[in-house]
């Protein structure tokens, strides 16, 4: 089935066939930890709602390995290699439709730090990542250069189980996952939505191990005492249209 015409697991509709480019996402680590609400508020713009599940905002860190980025009409030239991307992310609300909130994005390419920062208005960083696999397991190191002499760091290493399931609607798992918007901001007054859609999310169960995580450290989080919960995708195709400035 063509990936457009996939979409009865949306939560709205297709906002039209006009998007702009293909990603191909891999081997993705979803890595979440429950947050109050109160403690986010001060670092995710007015206009947005901070949602919750269970009482609790959450706060995720996303390791994937992004194969290329395919401009609508050429779909087999990408305009970068491969590389991979970490984020940082929480979940908002804007008039009631669900989406992702980017706290930082840490990418190696030049292309994504440069241009989609920029076009997308994220805010983007650059780092240096390695990433690979030894056997089952996924080793991935991050360095970025802060502003201080200190860099911040994300290292960690995930083996994926075998038994792979899509995960039901109300349940925490879907809540996390499967989100088909972005929202961003040029100076926390403006706010721009961004559509992506895909398939819904094969997730895996994981076993997963954070040996170092300065992510947090510029937001004032600690986070330290809270046990993460995790999940493994192999990945799927997903189309993003262009970011449109919302009604604020």
């Keep these: 089935m063509n990936l457009l015409d996939d979409n009865a697991h949306r939560p709205w509709p297709i906002p039209s066939k006009k998007w702009i480019m293909r990603q191909p996402w891999r081997n993705?680590?979803?890595s979440h930890w429950p947050i109050?609400?109160?403690?986010l508020r001060p670092h995710i713009p007015p206009h947005l709602e901070i949602d919750t599940f269970n009482g609790y905002a959450w706060l995720g860190v996303i390791l994937f390995v992004m194969e290329g980025i395919y401009p609508r009409g050429l779909s087999s030239?990408?305009?970068t290699p491969k590389f991979s991307e970490i984020n940082v992310r929480t979940y908002v609300q804007c008039d009631g439709k669900p989406g992702i909130f980017f706290m930082s994005l840490d990418v190696e390419d030049w292309a994504s730090y440069i241009i989609a920062k920029k076009w997308f208005r994220l805010p983007y960083y650059s780092a240096q990542i390695s990433f690979e696999k030894k056997g089952q397991t996924f080793h991935c190191q991050s360095i970025r250069k802060g502003k201080t002499n200190t860099p911040i760091r994300f290292n960690v290493k995930y083996t994926p189980l075998p038994e792979v399931f899509f995960p039901k609607k109300g349940t925490l798992d879907h809540w996390l996952t499967e989100r088909y918007c972005l929202y961003s901001t040029d100076n926390g007054v403006n706010i721009y939505c961004g559509e992506i859609h895909h398939r819904p999310w094969?997730?895996?169960?994981?076993?997963?191990e954070i040996c170092r995580n300065t992510l947090f450290t510029r937001f004032n989080f600690d986070l330290t005492e809270v046990k993460p919960i995790f999940h493994f995708s192999k990945g799927v195709d997903t189309l993003i249209w262009n970011i449109k400035k919302t009604g604020f």
């Design 28 to 30: 993705l680590l979803f």
């Design 36 to 39: 109050p609400a109160e403690t």
């Design 77 to 79: 030239v990408s305009l």
């Design 202 to 208: 094969p997730l895996q169960t994981v076993e997963a």
